[in-house]
Every structure is written in structure tokens, then in C-alpha cells.
């Protein structure tokens, strides 16, 4: 079964490679140095497939988070490259940084991270209104599109405080998914919530995969919530141990006890 798992780039027999949202080569990120350092990432190739539904999986501490940040921007990799949407990382300085971030990237925090004293639609434009860019014509509509398949047209009235974490979970996927950016990222996005709200997240984030054509990279130690996505990548001890294709439960279940195992 392993066989099946390890590649993590897709075939080149493939006669019609997917397209490419993101790439690491070579990616390396170590905290410290010296005795104390630690090695978080030790050499990470991944391929992020466009328009499809990405889960990390791994370990506590095998470094699913740090390596969605080197993915997003939001932290510089040791060594080694990152493109994300054909742009090499490496390149920009931080203030070009930041603005590619808001123009390429949407993120969703397992703490929700909506402002309390803004309604929900106002949060949820408000990664538009900070690029200057106005809600009307084309826009607006997608905005309209992105409420009702999130199912929050009567809720964009409320602030955070007056909404389930379901819907707070919902808003903050509209505020991702509002500036059409290349890829979203969401880092245990069901983290804070109960089984249900959680299906009713990981539904809509599978939706924005299949109906908006987004692209989602989902970290999770959640076997339930992986079974929501195409591909799962599995992380142990900072490399990619296996990038698995519309894999079954038991084939990313093997992929976690091998990593287990081979402790
Ligand atoms: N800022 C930091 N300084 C030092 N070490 C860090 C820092 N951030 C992460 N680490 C270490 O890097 C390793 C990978 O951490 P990371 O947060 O990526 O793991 P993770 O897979 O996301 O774990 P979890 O499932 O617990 O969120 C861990 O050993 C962690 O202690
Ligand atoms: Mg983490």
C-alpha cells in the first residue's frame, strides 16, 4: 500500500497534468541553532493541485503549521523554494509579501478571527475594502453568490457575538473566499467546533472546492475532517511522508501508523 502513497508529485504519464496552485522544493526550516535548534521542516517537496481539496495530516508537533506558513507567506522557509500561483516567495520583500498574501491568499483560523464590533458582512468585505477595491458589478455578485452558498443571507446583519461558532466558522470562509484568492488555507478550522458545526464547515469547504472552484489546503489531525478533502498529505517529523490521491480511510490511516510505527 505504501507503494501507492509515496510519490509526492503526480505521474508524468499523466496526460493532462493538474495545474499547479503552489510548490515547495527542497524546503527546510529550523528554530534556534546549535544544540537547542529545531529542525521543523527537514526537506519538503510537495505539489498543492489547483481546484482541488488539500488535507495535511500528522503528528502534534511534525510540522503541519509551520509548513502552511512557509506555503502562505507567513513565515520565510531555511532554505529551499516556495511559488505559490507562479510567483517564487523568496523574491518578495515583506511589504510585497503582505500584499500578495492579500491579493493571492485567503486564510481560515481555527480561532475564527472576526472582528466583534463589525457585523458579519461587514467582516466579510472587509479584506476588500482594505485592498481598496469597492463592492459593486461582478464583484458584488460573487459576494451574493458566496452568502447564499454559505447560507448567511440572514445572518450578515449580526456580530460575531450573536452568532453560533458554526456561523462565526461560515463567515470567516466568506471573508476568505470573497477576494477569489488562489488558495485558501485553514489550520483546524473545526478545531473550536462541535461534530455537527463541523460537518456543516467541512461541507461548505469541500463546496467551495467543487462549485466556486477553489483551491483549499487543510491542515487537520482529524480523520473525520480528511475524509472531507481529495488529497491528503501526510507530514511526519518535517518531511512529506506520503501525498495521497482520493485516497479511502484505511489507506490514510496506514499512512499515519506507518509514520507511527516506524518511531
Ligand atoms: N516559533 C517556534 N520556535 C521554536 N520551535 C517551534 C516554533 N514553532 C514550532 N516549533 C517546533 O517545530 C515543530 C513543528 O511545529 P508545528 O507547529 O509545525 O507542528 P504541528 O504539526 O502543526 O503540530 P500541532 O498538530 O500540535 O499543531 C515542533 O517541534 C514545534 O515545537
Ligand atoms: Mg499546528
Given amino acids: 500500500m505504501l507503494e501507492t502513497t509515496l510519490p509526492p508529485t503526480f505521474p508524468t504519464s499523466d496526460p493532462r497534468p493538474a495545474a499547479l496552485a503552489a510548490t515547495a522544493r527542497a ?9 537547542s535548534a529545531v529542525h521543523a521542516l527537514r526537506g ?15 503528528a502534534s508537533g511534525s510540522g503541519k503549521s509551520t509548513l502552511m506558513h512557509c506555503l502562505a507567506g507567513l513565515d520565510r522557509p531555511t532554505s529551499g523554494t516556495v511559488s505559490v500561483a507562479g510567483t517564487e516567495l523568496q523574491a518578495l520583500d515583506d511589504t510585497r509579501l503582505t500584499v500578495f498574501r492579500r491579493e493571492q491568499l485567503g486564510f481560515v483560523f481555527q480561532s475564527f478571527n472576526l472582528l466583534p464590533m463589525l457585523t458579519a458582512g461587514q467582516n466579510i468585505v472587509l479584506p ?4 481598496g477595491r469597492r463592492v459593486e458589478g461582478e464583484r458584488r455578485e460573487w459576494y451574493d453568490h458566496v452568502v447564499s452558498v454559505l447560507g448567511l443571507a440572514d445572518r450578515l446583519g449580526h456580530r460575531p457575538g450573536e452568532l453560533s461558532g458554526g456561523q462565526q466558522q461560515r463567515v470567516a470562509i466568506a471573508r476568505a473566499l470573497v477576494s477569489r484568492p488562489t488558495l485558501i488555507f485553514a ?12 460537518a456543516e464547515v467541512l461541507g461548505f469547504l469541500r463546496r467551495s472546492v467543487r462549485e466556486l472552484g477553489q483551491t483549499v489546503v487543510m491542515v487537520t489531525h482529524e480523520l473525520d475532517a480528511a475524509a472531507y478533502a481529495d488529497d491528503v498529505v501526510v507530514i511526519a517529523d518535517g518531511r512529506v511522508r506520503a501525498h495521497l490521491v482520493d485516497p479511502a480511510a484505511d489507506e490514510i490511516l496506514a499512512a499515519l501508523r506507518v509514520k507511527a510505527g516506524a518511531r
Fill in 128 to 131: 476588500l475594502e482594505l485592498a
Fill in 27 to 35: 524546503v527546510t526550516r529550523t528554530y534556534g541553532r546549535g544544540d
Fill in 187 to 198: 489550520d483546524e478550522p473545526t478545531g473550536n467546533l462541535d461534530s455537527e458545526s463541523s
Fill in 44 to 58: 519538503v517537496d510537495l505539489d498543492v493541485p489547483a481546484g482541488r481539496f488539500t488535507a495535511v495530516m500528522g
